[in-house]
């Protein structure tokens, strides 16, 4: 459940850091750059601050490698066209409601072409999303083994105290009153059984760090935390409502 959660963290964050880039067609006037710059600006998609145009210094920087003459380097920049790169708002990263905003940039004459899902991105998002698939489809498993050996232990635990729920029964004990001390028994078990298995997980993630430290930075606490508090709630209500259904069934 853990990993499944994270999962979806991560194919979101892939999501919010993709560089979105506009190629503008060739131009000379800086005032139509600068004009459509805080056009872009005031459209509701775009985080305004992470907006910015690639200098000229960096083209150079990027080709200073390839292109060992400054005559072709100044060449090639001087007909290089202007780009923008920008990431958008979370609310906006929807496939469809980026389809409105593409629309409006191509209305823009100004505008050669909108890239807004590079092929590595978009691999690296499927990617995690059949791996999140995967890690659903261990946790309704386990989760449903988890409810399987819960049943047994119900059963073992009602069992193992036949002879005397049905001798406080025969001897006129209300329902509750034969109940409610095995409940709290099951509840006290249950919590203790959970508080352990959360000291093991945090014991597994924690060595973990030690040998792998760059899993540490993928955990987030606040799904860490959720998910340790559902194994908290899950577990003893789980023996709870097994138990309590196991001796209801006994009793009648």
Known sequence: MLAWF???GLEKKLKENTALAIELKPVKSVEQIQKFKQWLETQAEPIPTSIQQIEPREIKEMLASEIKEDS?????IANFPPIFIFKVKQEFLEEERLKK???RLYRQEMVQHFS????????LSNMVK????GFLGLTL???????MISEYLAQVFVDSRETVIRNWFELGASEDKIVKPYLKRVVY???????????????IILLCSYLVPWIYFWIETQK???????????GPTLQYILVKRKIQLLLN
């Not at 072709?72 to 090639?76: F, G, R, T, V």
């Open 224 to 234: 860490f935390l959720l998910v340790m508090l559902i194994l908290m709630i899950f």
């Open 6 to 8: 994270h999962g979806y």
């Open 72 to 76: 072709s380097q100044s060449a090639l």
């Open 141 to 147: 498993l386990f989760v449903l083994v988890g409810i």
């Open 101 to 103: 905003f593409t629309e």
């Open 130 to 133: 059949r791996i999140r698939i």
């Open 116 to 123: 807004y899902q590079n092929e590595i991105t978009h691999d």
């Open 189 to 203: 078990l249950g919590l203790a059984s959970a508080s352990l298995s959360v000291c093991l997980i945090g014991i």
